[in-house]
């Protein structure tokens, strides 16, 4: 059974699904009024994208933050216009309304610097029949002077209104000093470390390739605004779910489309969604590629997944719609997806169906499983008992004049597992070698989804002064000169 929780808990902004309990707050208003401003204001971290142009966001974000020692989570929501009959901006105004519904207290957003509209006093109607406590915020009063435009909030009934600037910090201590009183006291434990936190999981791709309705098969609920036209998702928006007793953290991502696309549309809003998709990956530990194997996995999926594969991200291919294709067709597709993604043969792939729910398990299984080879860590000991099988098996060749030898290896990291090979000559070791060894270390340690990291370092040359007491050492080639002896000359 999948539970869904509405608002991801840790304490860090940028990395949410560490706690639970927080008390949360809402931010609403109609749009560009300047409340993603104020949400990055209160998350004390630039999460929400910010743009002149109305309409920005459209799903609901969570940040967890804290002020004065107490920690709370606060939500973004796109803009909230009754009046308008877009459909999309129909599908805001219900996230708006669950956000509204989940939260413990909220912050109502105006201009200061413009009259009241409609929408404004239909959003205050709102929140007045919501029950919770409400802080109304005139957004823009940049300076005291602007302070006085801002009292047309009164007209409306209004107790107290707070004169705020977002942008420039102005009155942000004393909304935080007021909401902080009416918010409920919680006990939260502390952080756990990164590999026992709930694991992280970004779903990226080409737009439209069915992320979000992915996500909202996982959750239950349509968390994540679906539209048939690409482009729906602008932030990186993330989810906290329960399945089995284990905690997942999803970030579902904006479509990436070619650069040169983004960058001839001259679309402002549409480049900082493909940032924030990349700050998504990076901040995730396993990284699912989402295709659509109906139109085919494309050049820019490998450059897509080649970004996750540059960041050291576990990762795992999820082909989609796979019922609308006979098993032959997904035999195909699977076979013309490992083309496409040869430079990443490790990478284990997955049908799965949004709309029917079809291999939904076969995915949180693999997600377990590549999550595990990510924080996967080998004992010195067993890694050069394996090299000296793998130097017996094949020695370093010769380049040129250069003879070189691997005296031992350690693993220096996790989250990619990074590995130490101490060597007499670094440079001399051919790049096919290095593949090789790469290779033979995720055959034998089982490392599936994750990019293996292998750098190979001189041992230091011992002085003259080192030389007695190593006088008893003995000797011996490749691996095995990792138990104390120097290496033979050669």
Not at 58 to 72: E, H, I, L, N, V
Not at 138 to 151: C, L, R, V, Y
């Amino acid at each position: 059974m999948t539970k869904h929780y509405p608002a991801p808990t840790a304490r860090t902004a940028s990395i949410p699904g560490g706690k639970s309990g927080s008390p949360i707050v809402a931010i609403v208003g109609r749009p560009n009024v300047g409340k993603s401003t104020l949400f990055n204001r209160l998350a004390r971290a630039r999460i929400a994208i910010v743009h002149d142009e109305p309409g920005v966001t459209r799903d609901r974000k969570y940040a967890d933050t804290s002020a004065f020692g107490k920690p709370y989570t606060v939500i973004d929501t796109g803009g909230f216009d009754p009046s308008d009959e877009d459909p999309m901006k129909a599908g805001i105004a219900t996230h708006v309304r669950a956000a509204i519904k989940e939260a413990d207290a909220i912050v109502f957003v105006t201009d200061a610097t413009t009259p009241l509209t409609d929408a404004d006093h239909a959003a205050v109607k709102l929140l007045r029949s919501s029950g919770k406590p409400v802080f109304y915020a005139a957004n823009k009063a940049d300076s005291p002077q602007a302070d006085a435009e801002a009292f047309e909030l009164y007209r409306a009934g209004v107790d107290r209104v707070f004169c705020v600037s977002a942008l420039h910090g102005r009155g942000i201590g004393d909304l935080e000093a007021a909401l902080l009183e009416t918010l409920p006291d919680t006990s939260v434990d502390e952080d756990a470390d990164d590999e026992s936190a709930p694991p992280r999981i970004a779903l990226i791709g080409r737009p439209n390739a069915g992320k979000s309705s992915l996500l909202n098969r996982i959750l239950g609920e349509d968390r994540v605004l679906v539209d048939h036209r690409p482009g729906t998702t602008r932030d990186a928006i993330d989810a906290l779910v329960e399945r089995e007793g284990k905690r997942y953290v999803f970030i579902d991502t904006a479509g990436i489309r070619r650069k040169s696309k983004v960058a001839k549309e001259g679309s402002t809003v549409e480049s900082l969604s493909v940032h924030s998709a990349i700050r998504g990956i990076e901040r995730a530990h396993v990284v699912v590629l989402m295709c659509d194997p109906v139109e085919g996995v494309a050049e820019q999926d490998a450059k897509i997944m080649g970004l996750a594969e540059e960041r050291g991200r576990a990762m795992i291919v999820v082909l989609n719609k796979s019922d609308l294709l006979s098993k032959a067709d997904r035999v195909k597709a699977e076979a013309t997806a490992r083309e496409k993604l040869s430079f990443v043969p490790y990478v284990p792939i997955v049908h799965t169906s949004a709309k029917t729910g079809r291999g939904v398990n076969d995915l949180f299984a693999t997600l377990d499983k590549v999550r595990a080879s990510f924080f996967q860590r080998v004992s010195t000991g067993a890694l050069n008992r394996f090299f000296e099988q793998v130097i017996e098996l094949k020695p370093p060749p010769t380049m040129g004049a250069k003879s070189p030898r691997l005296y031992y290896v350690t693993q220096a990291e996790v989250a990619p597992p990074t590995f130490i090979a101490m060597t007499n000559w670094p440079d001399a070791i051919h790049f096919s070698y290095r593949r090789f060894v790469t290779n033979q270390l995720r055959e034998h340690f089982g490392f599936e989804g994750v990019p293996v990291r292998v750098h190979y370092k001189a041992r230091r040359r011992r002085t003259l002064e080192e030389a007695p007491a190593a006088a008893g050492a003995g000797g011996g080639r490749g691996a095995r000169s990792s138990r104390g002896g120097r290496p033979s000359k050669g």
